[in-house]
Nanobody, 122 residues
Framework: QVRLVESGGRSVQAGDSLTLACEVF????????MGWFRQAPGKEREFVAG????????YYLGSVKDRFTISSDNRRNTVYLQMNTLKPEDTAVYYC???????????????WGQGTQVTVSS
């Protein structure tokens, strides 16, 4: 059984950095691609970043491309989202997600984590 467990979310000030982690339990073929989504209050959930465990097919939301970095540690079965120069508009619940390919990840993830709250104050 696949389980995604996020951690690292907290309240920070604008300009700060923060790293989220997603530990994956029960890796299978449909966790070959991993990534992050976020949902701000009153808004739809949106794709933030994702790719394969080997680092191929990485894609970022335009507004975070120069500030966020996704990476993975195969030994620890953990995916990270390094977030720099955080802005108040980055405030959201961040969800880890998994799917078979990076393309499917962006549209129809097979698995979701429970989410972790990131709050950025100005």
């Amino acid at each position: 059984q696949v389980r995604l467990v996020e951690s690292g979310g907290r309240s920070v000030q604008a300009g700060d950095s923060l790293t989220l982690a997603c530990e994956v339990f029960g890796r299978t073929f449909n966790t070959a691609a991993m990534g992050w989504f976020r949902q701000a209050p009153g808004k739809e959930r949106e794709f933030v970043a994702g790719g394969t465990w080997s680092g191929s097919g990485i894609y970022y939301l335009g507004s975070v491309k120069d500030r966020f970095t996704i990476s993975s540690d195969n030994r620890r079965n953990t995916v990270y989202l390094q977030m720099n120069t955080l802005k108040p508009e980055d405030t959201a619940v961040y969800y880890c997600a998994a799917s078979t390919t990076p393309a499917r990840l962006r549209t129809t993830p097979a698995h979701w984590g429970q989410g972790t709250q990131v709050t950025v104050s100005s």
